[in-house]
T-cell receptor, first 116, second 117 residues
Framework: DGGITQSPKYLFRKEGQNVTLSCEQNLNHDAMYWYRQDPGQGLRLIYYSQIVNDFQKGDIAEGYSVSREKKESFPLTVTSAQKNPTAFYLC???????????????FGPGTRLTVL | QKEVEQDPGPLSVPEGAIVSLNCTYS??????FMWYRQYSRKGPELLMY????GNKEDGRFTAQVDKSSKYISLFIRDSQPSDSATYLC?????????????????FGKGTKLSVKP
């Protein structure tokens, strides 16, 4: 079964703690993305990676960090510097864009993070 | 002005109704226009994709793009209770800061649709 898995499904964190969200894909996609979704806010891009060992900040990278050591894995760490971390986090992957073509982003099931 | 505007609803319709969902945008560089469907507490899934202007039909779903007006629409005919979900528009175009390669997706806030039996 090809797809994207995210774990855990629900995560609770105390203030001041760092937590890491897992994202794994077996679609052989080069590009991977992390989004944050808040009620009424749509999806906002946190970080993205077009290739292994390379990643770029998205629109709301402050308080987050990522790594891309393997093609199939793109973990996201929510640090204590993130002021409002309670949200629904979505991971996605795709093949890279080429001229005049679009490559669909496939999404994982999401992780709901709650700060206590 | 935000790049992509989408009425969050909620929108409630009776079963069998025609549903019209819309987004407006400000960036004329957008060329790729997508509609994603997201069921509650799930990840979004791609529903329709259109390149540049025009219409695209897939079963009960029709996507329209009017680049001159910077306006995109998704129509759902004969709506079903199983269509109840949040519908997100997304778009992308050339990224002038990345050698002209395609940029990342910009999402609308999503419209929550409820189809009542």
């Amino acid at each position: 079964d090809g797809g994207i898995t995210q774990s855990p499904k629900y995560l609770f964190r105390k203030e001041g703690q760092n937590v890491t969200l897992s994202c794994e894909q077996n679609l052989n996609h080069d590009a991977m993305y992390w989004y944050r979704q808040d009620p009424g806010q749509g999806l906002r891009l946190i970080y993205y990676s077009q290739i292994v060992n390379d990643f770029q900040k998205g629109d709301i990278a402050e308080g987050y960090s990522v790594s891309r050591e393997k093609k199939e894995s793109f973990p996201l760490t929510v640090t204590s510097a993130q002021k409002n971390p309670t949200a629904f986090y979505l991971c996605a992957s795709s093949n890279p864009w080429t001229e005049s073509s679009y490559n669909e982003q496939f999404f994982g099931p999401g992780t709901r993070l709650t700060v206590l | 002005q935000k790049e992509v505007e989408q009425d969050p609803g909620p929108l409630s319709v009776p079963e069998g109704a025609i549903v019209s969902l819309n987004c407006t945008y400000s960036n004329s560089a957008f060329q790729y226009f997508m509609w994603y469907r997201q069921y509650s507490r799930k990840g979004p899934e791609l529903l329709m994709y259109t390149y540049s202007s025009g219409n695209k039909e897939d079963g009960r779903f029709t996507a329209q793009v009017d680049k001159s007006s910077k306006y995109i629409s998704l129509f759902i005919r004969d709506s079903q209770p199983s269509d109840s979900a949040t519908y997100l528009c997304a778009m992308s175009g050339e990224d002038p800061y990345n050698g002209g390669s395609q940029g990342n997706l910009i999402f609308g806030k999503g419209t929550k649709l409820s189809v009542k039996p």
